[in-house]
């Protein structure tokens, strides 16, 4: 079956394309103005304060766009073909608006969680550096493909990262990669006959596990690495918080990453300013290709993660 172009739906508020596995959804501009103006008196610190007011941004994105268009969004990350969008809203003016957009998407999806700046959101700018404090403030160099949520309380199902703004950046586009299209996968979870259980967290000593803590138990996550699932293949791999307890173990990490990287599946995709990508964070992992190297280089892009309640009962 061609994945190609297939056109899944129109309507008159937004405009959904299948490209691949990815489904791409551009609301008009006339829907997003909408949109806006009817939460023009929401602030971003109200959003940071007022939990509520999250959800109201939610039900006039409901108003804007459709009624069912959080079901719609909820949709596509349920199935197991595609489980990612791609949603485009066009030119924004300031990150206000930005911050408007994303907090309704993540409210129409579920419950987001919080992440080690405190806030439900955060947003990351990479700058020209050439000794950044964290793998994923390094503009020049591959940050690898991995999924996100490590410890037992972070049952990451999705993830967003919205382009906020950019300036001098030519590359940094995101590499993702669905475990349908991971050719050696079958032959990884032969390798790991045991089928191993490991454990996912930091060591104390480790000078992240005080962030890390104050949004956090920092109970270890507990999880193979490859599984499937009533059909449905699955990942929970990100190297830096893996704790191997022996060579064997360490090993097949090696080989999973390896095989990861040299996968010829990977999709290199731009994100234009004012898009947002959202993945099924249990079939696809992400990464960033190396900036081309600028001392002018700034981008931003905004994250947030989120959690199905019905599927995680011990988080309520
Ligand atoms: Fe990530």
Redesign the pocket.
Known sequence: MSLAMAPVAHDPLTREERRGRMVHIRPTASAVQTFLQRVEAITIDDLKRIPYKRYICAREMLAAFGDDFGDRLRAVLDDYETGCLALHFGELSNQQDCVLIATAVSHLLSKPIPEPSGGYFGITTVVHDDAPSLK?LDPYRYFSL???GVFADNPVDW?MMMKLEEQNAIGGESRLLHMADFDAFERLCRLDGSNTIFSFGLDEKDRRYEIFSKVSSMERGRSRILDTVGGQRRIKF?DQFILPETIAEATFIEKVHAALEDCEAIVVEPLPVGSMLILNNSVWV?GRAPFKRNPGLQRSLLRQYGYFPHRHPYMR
């Open positions: 994923i991995h999924t996100d993830l990100v992400h």
